[in-house]
């Protein structure tokens, strides 16, 4: 299994991008610089962002040079207001830097306070608004009380209610709260002197404060824009930097729903605004979705640390050189170690296998989360069947799970149902689609195959229409379940089907055991057995035959069906020594006359002749 978490260990040829990113940090010295890493979900932006801190972190000599403050305003939705809360944990990260100097320290927890209080206008106003509307504002006594003794740094002071400490000392700082929430000061005025303590700050201590947000995407328009906006407070202050990572279309959609009715362009020019230098996370190439999952396979074996490392390492360093012409091949890979595990060598298979199908598709295009996701799910149903005794390949399992995320609707049912309904559960009408798509001549009959990526699928290895998807299928019943027919036969018709599928030509000695059989159980008769009979090549005397004639005695339905059946063949398939097998039934005239028009063979013909005149 792989950890769907972030990393800074390069598996993407993200190095080169996230080393970019932090030289402009570093030529900056000082000045505000605010850089967006944008790309789709689960591109790989919450892992550039881990690598620009700690490409940063090996260029910063002294270690003392960037503070950095992480922050995922997703963990804050519901729970707190994302502005106040980025402010709040900016403003803590410099009190903490600060602890060594006590004059800094001062200053940092005069930013903090002047951050607190005006968080807790923000809670009196809302409070004011609930009274209002005649709802009870649920905490504000104690979370006045609560941010009230941060703010006065007072952690002597009782509850209210409670008994004083120290009585001058607290009737004073009552006094200075008191005042502040009558008479407060001028928004404007504290936001700019907040401004100018925090850029004080930050020289004071000759650091950068980095700021590092993400998954700004995941969250709904209002926290999104109240991210944004306390990023402004912020911005362009010196000795800043601000890197975003986020998926700008849902930005620019989260700006749209909060300021409706302006123009698209508008909606650009604000995000542009806060963003000085826009970055996008690369998308992956075939040489790269290939290395990625060699490197998680690698990640996954019993190999061991410091070899999985140096694996890693040259496989990143390859793929640097990739614009020269080189290949992250199986050549290169097997030039890496002297031998690999059998299960690995398998898994690199896989891996070329896989690679180009999972760029093409549109289903999944590269994404490195989705493709982990898809190996986590191949993983567990392999542990399943290693759990549950069951032997399933994982080459195969891997491509019938393929299509079972990426085929078109109701094509994936289709295969299921082939191999629930054969004897040995084997999809034998993929072969000639299979064949034909290896050949280059496909072209498909059925609509639920025709796609250019069933075109592409039924190209990998292995073929699938030779193989016994039964285990496979049964593995994958998280999907979708199974359900045959044969699950609503008595144990009595259960048990005579399989005698007559695993012995078809002495179907006569159970026919008064047939005639008790009910209709419905009939019509799942000949579903297996007309299964059976479509991988017949040739129709002279099968074992089979005998066995659907007998059962089609017993009902006029299933004497019809049969009959379509024979309809159906191609003319190459039907020979003579059919003839006289059907000749006594009372559909073969009619039948015999349909396959005279298709023009049969010229030995089929006198067949036919020999058997009218008979």
């Not at 200053?107 to 209080?117: E, F, M, T, V, Y």
């Not at 009585?167 to 929430?181: I, T």
């Not at 407070?233 to 620019?252: G, H, Y």
Request: glycine share 6%; aromatic share 8%.
């Amino acid at each position: 299994m792989w950890a769907d978490n972030d990393t800074d260990r390069d598996f993407l040829n993200f190095s080169g991008v996230a080393d970019t990113v932090a030289a402009m940090i570093l030529q900056a010295k000082g000045r505000p610089v605010s850089i967006g890493v944008s790309g789709q979900w689960g591109v790989g932006k919450s892992s550039m962002i881990r690598m620009i801190r700690s490409s940063l972190e090996k260029g910063d000599s002294t270690k003392k040079q960037f503070v950095f403050v992480e922050f995922n305003a997703w963990l804050y939705q519901g729970y707190d207001d994302a502005r106040a809360a980025l402010m709040d944990v900016i403003a803590s990260k410099l009190e903490k830097a600060a602890e060594d100097n006590p004059d800094l320290l001062l200053k940092a927890k005069a930013l903090l306070r002047r951050i607190n209080w005006l968080r807790v206008g923000k809670m009196v106003a809302s409070s004011a608004v609930s009274l209002s509307l005649g709802v009870p504002p649920a905490g504000l006594i104690g979370g006045l009380w609560d941010i009230g003794k941060r703010v006065l740094g007072s952690e002597e002071a009782s509850e209210p209610g409670g008994e004083k400490q120290d009585g001058d000392k607290d009737d004073k700082k009552g006094n200075d709260s008191e005042k502040l929430l009558k008479d407060p000061p001028s928004p404007s005025r504290e936001i700019q002197e907040l401004r100018d303590s925090f850029e004080e700050t930050l020289k004071e201590l000759e650091i950068t404060l980095v700021v590092l947000i993400d998954d700004l995407d995941r969250c709904l328009p209002p926290t999104t824009i109240s991210t944004l906006e306390a990023i402004r407070l912020f911005l362009f202050l010196k000795n800043t930097a601000f890197v975003v990572a986020a998926d700008d279309a849902m930005i620019k959609h989260a700006v749209s729903k909060h300021f409706e009715g302006i123009e698209d362009k508008q909606v650009i020019n604000y995000f542009d605004k806060l963003i000085q230098v826009p970055v996008r996370v690369p998308p992956l190439g075939t040489q790269e979705v290939r290395a990625y999952l060699v490197m998680l396979f690698i990640e996954d074996s019993e190999l061991d640390e410091s070899t999985k490392e140096r694996i890693r390492e040259a496989i990143g360093a390859q793929l640097r050189l990739t614009w020269q012409g080189k290949r992250v091949d199986r050549g290169f890979i097997n030039g890496l170690l002297a031998s690999y595990p059998p299960a690995l060598v398998a898994r690199f298979d896989m891996a070329d296998r896989l690679a180009p199908i999972m760029i093409n598709t549109s289903g999944i295009q590269g994404n490195p989360r989705l493709i982990k996701r898809f190996l986590n799910a191949l993983s567990i149903r392999m542990s399943l069947a290693r759990a549950q005794g069951v032997t399933v390949d994982e080459a195969v399992l891997a491509k019938l799970m393929l299509f079972e995320r990426l085929g078109k609707e109701g094509a994936y049912q289709k295969i299921i149902a082939a191999v629930t309904g054969s004897t040995d559960g084997k999809p034998g009408f993929l072969a000639q689609m299979e064949e034909e798509a290896t050949g280059g001549t496909f072209k498909a009959d059925d609509p639920l195959f025709d796609d250019a990526f069933t075109k592409e699928w039924l190209k990998l290895e292995p073929s699938l229409a030779d193989q016994d998807l039964r285990g496979a299928v049964y593995v994958s019943r998280d999907h979708l379940p199974i359900i045959t027919s044969e699950n609503t036969l008595s144990a009595e018709s259960t048990e005579l089907l399989q005698a007559l599928l695993a012995n078809p030509s002495t179907a006569k000695n159970f026919k008064a055991q047939l005639a008790a059989v009910p209709r419905a159980d009939l019509a799942v008769f000949m579903d297996r057995l007309l299964i059976a009979a479509k991988r017949e090549q040739e129709w002279g005397t099968p074992d089979i035959l005998t066995a659907c004639l007998v059962v089609a005695e017993q009902s006029e339905t299933q004497r019809a069906r049969l009959t379509a059946f024979f309809r159906g063949l191609p003319n190459q398939q039907i020979k003579p020594g059919l003839i006289p097998k059907i000749q006594d039934q009372p559909w073969a005239r009619e039948l015999f006359k349909y396959w005279l028009k298709q023009d049969v063979s010229t030995t089929v013909k006198r067949a036919i002749a020999a058997a009218e005149k008979g």
